[in-house]
């Protein structure tokens, strides 16, 4: 297996990854509950008629005042940004036309899925009666990225600062993420391989061909773009090796640049990278527990904005998987069904994969999904055979969590019986009858 190399550090960053590395495995239990538990983050583009983006903000009142009484959230400025009921929170997402659906954790995908058509349900009745449309696909499909369809949170004025326009991608996408709750010793094989399995995940869930009102010929206009955001640092995306230990996952992400510092609710930019920041405090060994822990929030808020394709995640003891772009609105179990049989069966794929591929598993894993955010299920895979053999290795995860959560395979599988993956069919709606076609097909 590919080892990380050497990054150049000084013995002060080396003994604070160390530190911080050990924190962070502590935010994930000993043992957790079987199965492990799930949570899902679902991002849904909205847009007019036309297919132009639409405005959560025009939104917010119709869902208010859709069924039970909902608590508000607002900024410092009174720009509301969630909503919460019983079943989920409405978060307001970069984009002004993105909505988010965050619900969880539940026991099984069954209690996810039964939580989240509710909270769909109301937001879509909502959405209807604020004349647009929500679609279950992975990005605006006519409306460019841009500030001014940017919504006036504080911090992502500061971010696009930071990031510049490549950023702005944020404000048109559209992913659909998953959480599982993993056991401590278990949380960086399961990250390790969620990156490894990530060209599986797109090629059969990739689903956003057409943005800007155009064809641009790739499966994953979601991938393909977001790569673009500080793609010399490996800020999105697999990364250039896996974490071997939690100090290695530190270092990776501390040599990065520091984009955001938040104070008292207030974002301003951070600048250099954390490694520099890290280098200004006191030996680990000789700080207080304020400033150890004050160490521990400035990493989160840092680690918050590097975009892998997994990651752990320490508010729940999870591992989120987030490569897939958002799921046909009839078809919106697949791509959280394929995480969490990922995720659950990561040290049996883990091994398969490796004994498959060799000690370049990672690189060949990597080059292929390069290739498969353009080509999807036509992308040749490494050897032949492979899909079929990790959908079958990721049903068995599912089975093997003994509730019947497979069955939210079975697009996958039709998927690739067809050779088709949704961003085909959304090619063909568009290419058959233009903007129309594909927000009337996007939207059913």
């Known amino acids: 297996m590919i080892s990380p190399p050497k990054l150049a550090t000084s013995p002060q960053t080396a003994a604070w990854h160390r530190a911080l590395g050990a924190r962070v495995a502590r935010a994930f239990p000993e043992r957790h509950a079987t199965p492990g538990t799930v949570g899902r983050e679902t991002e849904f583009p909205l847009v007019r008629p036309d297919g132009?983006?639409?405005?959560?903000?025009?939104v917010w009142p119709f869902l208010q005042d859709n069924g039970p009484a909902m608590q508000e959230k607002r900024e410092v400025s009174g720009l509301l940004v969630e909503l919460r009921d019983n079943d989920a929170l409405f978060v307001a997402e970069v984009g002004r036309g993105t909505v988010e659906i965050v619900v969880g954790p539940h026991?099984?995908?069954?209690?996810?899925?039964?939580?989240?058509?509710?909270a769909r349900d109301r937001l879509f009745d909502a959405v209807d009666r604020a004349g647009q449309k929500l679609l279950g696909y992975g990005i605006q499909p006519h409306t460019h990225p841009s500030a001014r369809i940017m919504t006036p949170k504080q911090r992502y004025a500061v971010i696009h600062e930071a990031l510049g326009d490549p950023w702005l991608w944020f404000t048109v996408t559209a992913s659909d993420q998953v959480h599982l709750a993993v056991d401590r010793a278990d949380a960086l094989e399961a990250t390790r391989v969620a990156h490894l399995f990530t060209p599986v995940l797109v090629a059969l869930c990739g689903n956003s061909p057409i943005s800007g009102?155009?064809?641009?010929?790739?499966?994953?206009?979601?991938?393909?773009?977001?790569?673009?955001?500080?793609?010399?640092?490996?800020?999105?995306?697999?990364?250039?090796?896996p974490d071997t230990d939690w100090s290695d996952l530190v270092a990776r992400y501390a040599c990065q640049p520091w984009l955001v510092r938040a104070r008292n609710?207030?974002?301003?930019?951070?600048?250099?990278?954390?490694?520099?920041?890290?280098?200004t405090l006191p030996l680990p060994s000789a700080a207080s527990a304020s400033v150890?822990?004050?160490a521990f929030q400035e990493f989160l808020m840092h680690e918050?904005?590097?975009?892998?394709?997994?990651?752990?995640?320490?508010?729940?003891?999870?591992v989120e998987i987030r490569p897939a772009c958002q799921q046909p609105l009839s078809e919106s179990m697949t791509a959280a069904a394929m995480g969490v049989g990922i995720a659950a069966g990561a040290r049996a794929l883990g091994e398969w994969i490796d004994g498959l591929l060799g000690p370049e598993a990672w690189q060949r894993m990597r080059l292929w999904h390069h290739t498969v955010v353009r080509d999807g299920l036509g992308a040749p895979a490494p050897v032949p055979g492979l899909m079929e053999e990790a959908l079958r290795r990721i049903e068995a995860a599912l089975v093997a969590r003994g509730h019947g959560e497979e069955v939210y395979l079975q697009p996958a599988w039709a998927r690739l019986e067809a050779g088709l993956n949704p961003a085909d069919r959304a090619r063909m709606a568009f290419r058959s009858g233009g903007m129309d076609a594909l927000v009337a097909h996007t939207s059913a």
């Open 52 to 58: 132009s983006s639409g405005d959560l903000l025009q």
């Open 265 to 279: 609710g207030v974002y301003a930019l951070a600048g250099g990278t954390f490694n520099a920041w890290l280098d």
């Open 304 to 318: 918050h904005y590097i975009w892998n394709s997994a990651r752990p995640r320490t508010a729940h003891g999870t």
């Open 107 to 118: 026991r099984t995908l069954h209690g996810t899925r039964d939580a989240h058509m509710r």
């Open 292 to 294: 150890l822990e004050d």
């Open 213 to 241: 009102a155009r064809d641009h010929g790739v499966t994953s206009a979601r991938e393909t773009r977001m790569g673009e955001i500080h793609n010399e640092f490996g800020r999105h995306g697999i990364p250039a090796w």
